[in-house]
């Protein structure tokens, strides 16, 4: 993926100008919708350094497995609060397409955004 291709996120703009800007530490996540749509695109990427850091330590795992075969295809924000983002991310397998809806959980820490935790939805 170039630095000028669109954003996973779905925003519309250039990588560079969205997500990557929150990647590479250039600047921090402003909102929890934000970080959101930073993490989805780190998964994309399959940046797990960046989802380590940007996950609450209280709830961090130790590491983190991405699944051979699934590719992230989409993002949808259903809605966003202040402290939560309940979203739809598409997938798709070698068995087809899926969703993940979850709500998920940030807080402020030390001045930035983290991921908690999530609920997932059916």
Known sequence: MSLLDPCPCGSGRAYSACCGALHTGARLAETPEELMRARYSAYV????????????PRTRPKTLDFEDGLTWAGLEIVEATDTEVEFVAVYETALGMGALAERSRFERRGGRWVYVDGDVRD
């Open 45 to 56: 990427r399959r940046d797990g350094d960046y989802l380590l850091r940007t996950w609450h």
